[in-house]
């Protein structure tokens, strides 16, 4: 003769998750299952391709969005940061001689430094406009989401293409306090 025990609302057919190197799992029951959140020692973070959220209902058992437990990282503070940017500037006809490319290349690296955008960098030698490259040619609007309207012709376009090297300024745990 089985016995059949009626399991209380709260309980759940839950296992228990595979704690993280360098980390720790903390539970919390509900009415509908359990949750459980992620956490990592001082110098170490969950990763970025998740949220470090874990759900068990009670209906099935079942962890979503699954029951694989990444480890946790070391923390990792940048030096800077690349920003790789393309600019059009589009005309009726190409003037591809060295002179040419060349001013534009002087004129827009001079331009980039004048503007208010680019203030941050005023003054800080670390922060660099890189690796400006111009070229002219043909170049179409075209975009994936426009795949069924009818493209519109080529253009020609100057193209300056540029990687912008900003900065970071490592906050350590100390900064991060007094932030606070």
Request: a negative charge; charged letters at 20%; one cysteine or more.
């Given at each position: 003769?089985?016995?059949?025990?009626?399991?209380?609302?709260?309980?759940?057919?839950?296992?228990?998750?595979?704690?993280?190197?360098?980390?720790?799992?903390?539970?919390?029951?509900?009415?509908?299952?359990?949750m459980?959140?992620?956490?990592?020692?001082?110098?170490?973070?969950?990763?970025a391709?998740?949220?470090?959220q874990?759900?068990?209902?009670?209906?099935?058992?079942?962890?979503?969005?699954?029951?694989?437990?990444?480890?946790?990282?070391?923390?990792?503070?940048?030096?800077?940061?690349?920003?790789?940017?393309d600019?059009?500037?589009?005309?009726?006809?190409?003037?591809?001689?060295?002179?040419?490319?060349?001013?534009?290349?002087?004129?827009?690296?001079?331009?980039?430094?004048?503007?208010?955008?680019?203030?941050?960098?005023?003054?800080?030698?670390?922060?660099?406009?890189?690796?400006?490259?111009?070229?002219?040619?043909?170049?179409?609007?075209?975009?994936?989401?426009?795949?069924?309207?009818?493209?519109?012709?080529?253009r020609?376009?100057?193209?300056?293409?540029?990687?912008?090297?900003?900065?970071?300024?490592?906050?350590?745990?100390?900064?991060?306090?007094?932030?606070?």
């Amino acid at each position: 003769m089985s016995q059949h025990v009626a399991k209380k609302s709260y309980e759940t057919n839950c296992t228990k998750l595979q704690e993280p190197r360098n980390g720790a799992m903390s539970y919390s029951q509900w009415t509908y299952g359990q949750m459980c959140i992620m956490q990592c020692q001082k110098g170490y973070d969950v990763p970025a391709s998740i949220d470090g959220q874990f759900v068990c209902g009670t209906s099935n058992g079942k962890w979503r969005p699954h029951d694989h437990i990444p480890e946790c990282y070391a923390t990792v503070y940048p030096h800077s940061m690349h920003l790789p940017s393309d600019f059009y500037y589009y005309t009726d006809k190409c003037n591809s001689s060295a002179e040419n490319l060349l001013e534009i290349k002087e004129n827009f690296v001079q331009a980039l430094n004048t503007s208010k955008y680019f203030e941050y960098c005023l003054n800080n030698p670390d922060c660099q406009a890189k690796y400006v490259r111009v070229s002219c040619g043909p170049t179409s609007s075209k975009r994936e989401r426009d795949i069924h309207v009818n493209p519109r012709p080529e253009r020609l376009a100057y193209i300056v293409e540029i990687d912008i090297i900003l900065p970071l300024n490592i906050v350590n745990d100390e900064t991060k306090q007094e932030a606070i």
